[in-house]
């Protein structure tokens, strides 16, 4: 039995959002070799998206440590502490950031084993995204369609790919769905920025309070992510409490907030224009839709759902449509609705477990993108990160030796409350005064 299967581990979680978090600390239990026990630090980077400790609590993952830190901080962190693994659970800028980072940290002394990959459905900037991941060690593929366009990405332009392994989404769980609830009940389940405009997010709310109106014998619940002044994984400028404002509700619709996995207990079906949650219902085998209404647009990101046997228009439900998935297109993207859930992570424990064990440890990090083959693109990420082209903090890069005071912690609130409000609400008024 290798070494890496019995002792114990320590483990390093560095996100930027609530989702990324939850996808970050799942990926780290599910990965790592079974039968070791684990101690898990968390590490939040600090930014417009750092979780409030409401959103932290929803999402229900906990962790030994938590503290937030700027990108400079986490890299400090790094060189004194050892760990055996690092899950780095980032958008693909501060991934590539990181890496280089470490890289220049660590050298060729000793470091853990280092996993990214995509908190879900993968729809846009597929080349962009993964090529900013290259460089891990186990870059996480959430299906056998993603492992297979991954693989293809680094191949084309010439990039190792043996890092790409399949597995599936962290998060899925829950039992089976057996059959209706009293009351039947039907969720929607709202995305930050998808759609973006008002005209869309108020037709797609109109119809949900139609459909209550048209099946009063019927419960139907808006499911929203965060609270207004919260942030998620991506921004909304209209948050859907605030378009309902003024409307005479009927009695069977309602708001709700809370895990997914507990709002989809009672669910009989399941509502969305592209969230991942449409993955977790169907893993579950609950009755899914994803509306057309809007068109089948790669904006939407609705189009990855071409072929599932899920796609419909709010007219067709207000009709009574059940859909019913395509069993060849579930399995295609790792929902795992077959009961092969249970080993979908074995190859990842397989992979880090030898790397653990690896002779005279691992070797220095080496992403594809490097001053000499992106020297027009890298260093503008890096910067964003406050370091320099080789990795190493710049001058001034904002770092701290220790937890800052009330004062401190005032004016950090007030500054990121005031940054919020100009991504909110002043940077859409500037973008709707620019397309008149």
């Known amino acids: ?8 581990l320590r483990v390093a979680v560095l996100a930027d959002s609530d989702t990324r978090w939850k996808w970050g600390a799942l990926t780290a239990q599910r990965v790592t070799p079974t039968g070791a026990e684990i101690r898990l630090d968390g590490y939040l980077l600090r930014g417009r998206a750092t979780p409030t400790p409401r959103q932290l609590e929803e999402v229900g993952v906990h962790a030994d440590s938590l503290r937030e830190v700027t990108g400079v901080e986490f890299l400090r962190a790094m060189s004194e502490q050892s760990y055996d693994v690092l899950v780095v659970a980032l958008v693909g800028g501060g991934v590539q950031a990181m890496l280089h980072g470490l890289r220049g940290a660590w050298g060729s002394g000793k470091r ?18 993964l090529l900013l991941r290259h460089g891990a060690d186990l870059v996480l593929a959430n299906s056998r369609h993603d492992a297979d366009r ?28 057996t059959g209706e609830h009293e009351p039947y009940t039907v969720v929607f389940a709202a995305q930050p920025s998808v759609p973006d405009s008002r005209k869309d997010r108020t037709y797609l709310l109109n119809r949900l309070i139609g459909h209550a109106r ?5 419960e139907v619940l808006l499911k929203l992510r965060s609270k207004p002044g919260e942030h998620t994984t991506h921004i909304e400028e209209l948050p859907y409490q605030k378009l ?22 009672r669910t009989d079906l399941l509502v969305t224009v592209s969230s991942t949650a449409a993955l977790e219902a169907l893993h579950r085998r609950i009755p899914t839709v994803v509306l057309t209404d809007l068109g089948v647009r790669e904006v939407l990101g609705n189009h990855h759902f071409t ?36 080993t979908a992570f074995d190859t990842a424990r397989e992979r880090i477990a030898e790397l653990l064990d690896r002779p005279g440890g691992l070797p220095p990090l080496t992403p594809y993108y490097t001053p000499e083959t992106a020297p027009g693109y890298l260093p503008g990420i890096l910067a964003r990160h406050h370091l320099g082209p080789d ?5 001034g890069a904002p770092a701290a030796d220790k937890e800052p005071g009330p004062v401190r912690q005032i004016v950090r609130r007030a500054a990121r409350g005031a940054y919020r409000h100009g991504v909110q609400r002043v940077a859409p008024v500037i973008r709707r005064m620019g397309e008149l």
């Open 1 to 8: 039995m290798p070494a890496s299967a019995t002792k114990s």
């Open 112 to 129: 853990p084993v280092v996993v990214t990959g995509y908190v879900g459905v993968v729809y846009e900037k597929l080349a962009d995204g």
């Open 150 to 177: 991954f693989r293809a990405v680094y191949e084309g332009v010439g990039a190792d790919a043996s890092a790409v392994t399949e597995v599936a989404l962290p998060f899925l769980g829950g039992e089976p769905y």
């Open 214 to 218: 048209k099946h009063p014998e019927r």
């Open 244 to 265: 309902v404002q003024g409307t005479e509700l009927p009695a069977n619709f309602r708001l709700v907030y809370g895990h997914m996995g507990e709002v989809l207990d």
């Open 307 to 342: 072929g599932s046997g899920c796609l419909a228009s709010w007219d067709q439900l207000d009709a009574g449509h059940r859909p019913a998935p395509n069993e060849e297109w579930v399995a295609r993207q790792g929902v795992a609705a077959d009961g092969s859930y249970a």
């Open 391 to 395: 990795g190493a903090p710049l001058p």
